[in-house]
């Protein structure tokens, strides 16, 4: 993960996986039509007034190992992206979440030479050697989510706001218990040991610095998995036979933690998510159990790093802003999906 605090999504979620540098490449896509998979995330169809072809431009996306429905669909969006601009190709490697790995597989996109790098690291200190290494090797570099330890790594940096998805996440549940006289809140986090979960928690707590009638009385951290979301989810409505609401960092954990939920028959609070899972938005439009919202880290900032590496690889600016050139960075907002607005976040959700 990130040591910055506009940091990442998940930084070395699962552990390294050894996978051999040598097995770099995989795809390389162009604008012959694919086959979406049904699995992945939608980014909306680009409506740029800038989306006639131009300039052909190769871009090289090293992305990481599809591990985790988010991680997923992070893959799928750059592919699906590129592939609706007739003058991008698409030179995507395997991903991986082994850092070694994937210093080979972006050493590989430069010897290629391609025009432009889209970089998610498995971990952003450890590959900012291979940033710089392109950046000086005259390729510049769209650093997706996870930031490299230098901004001499990259030409421009995009990604979620973990500290934003507290906030918005304590703000919501802060208006649903703002009347509730003595209300009790729990936490469900993540990996304790990334700093975008510190982030998270931090935001949360801030948010319900507003609502003086509102305290945490418990926080137990999972792992980003199923199983640890349901074993930890568990553990918390074991020790805690009343509470008002509880913020889940993820929803992919999120799954198993409805399942303890529904095991333990416990239907009295309120439960709101991150990340934007479809499964998650479902159970927000059905509104038959306790899921009422979840807090978006958006996976369409892949499609993104798309646009982005296409407009600086023809030396454009993005339509709508007055500079010739695109931003330093870009910060997603973390928006709250509820029942009200479900559907206009569906099409982005992902398995």
């Known amino acids: ?25 995989t795809a390389c896509t162009s604008n012959e039509p694919k086959k979406q998979e049904a699995a992945a995330t939608k980014a909306p169809s680009t409506d740029s007034t800038d989306n006639q072809p131009g300039t052909p431009v190769t871009i090289g ?12 669909a992070i893959n799928q969006n750059a592919k699906d992206r590129a592939a609706t601009y007739s003058d991008v190709t698409l030179e995507i490697t395997e991903g991986s979440n082994d850092t070694a790995a994937q210093i080979g597989q972006v050493q590989t996109l430069i010897n290629k030479k391609v025009d432009v ?4 690291p498995a971990d952003g200190k450890a590959l900012t050697q291979v940033g710089l290494q392109a950046m000086k090797a005259g390729i510049p570099v769209i650093n997706l989510d996870r930031i490299f330890a230098s901004p001499q790594a990259y030409r421009c940096w995009i ?3 973990n500290y934003g998805m507290g906030l918005n996440a304590g703000n919501y549940i802060g208006e649903q218990l703002k009347d509730k006289a ?9 990996l304790d040991n990334l ?7 931090q935001g949360f707590d801030d948010a319900l610095k507003n609502y003086p009638n509102i305290k945490k009385v418990a926080r137990q951290a999972a792992e980003f998995t199923v199983e640890s979301g349901q074993a930890k989810m568990a553990q918390l409505l074991q020790a805690q036979k009343q509470f008002d609401a509880v ?58 790093a798309i646009d982005l590496a296409r407009t600086l690889g023809q030396k454009k600016g993005i339509g709508g802003l007055a500079e010739l050139e695109i931003p330093a960075s870009i910060t997603l907002y973390s928006a709250v999906v509820t029942k009200a607005n479900v559907d206009q976040y569906l099409p982005t959700g992902f398995n």
């Open 1 to 25: 993960m990130p040591e910055n605090p506009i940091t990442s999504r998940r930084s070395l979620l699962f552990g390294a996986a050894a996978v051999s540098a040598g097995a770099a490449l």
């Open 61 to 72: 996306f090293a992305g990481p190992q599809a591990d985790h429905g988010w991680l997923n």
């Open 117 to 120: 790098l889209v970089i998610l």
């Open 159 to 161: 990604g979620g706001d």
């Open 182 to 190: 003595d209300a009790k809140v729990i936490e469900l986090a993540g």
């Open 195 to 201: 700093e975008l979960t510190r982030q998270r928690t």
């Open 247 to 304: 913020w889940n960092h993820d929803d992919d954990q999120g799954v198993g933690a409805l399942r303890a939920i529904a095991q333990a028959g416990r239907d009295d609070f309120l439960m709101v998510g991150g990340a934007g899972a479809k499964s998650a938005m479902d159970a927000i439009k059905a509104d038959n159990g306790v899921l009422k919202a979840t807090v978006l880290y958006p996976p369409t900032m892949a499609a993104s």
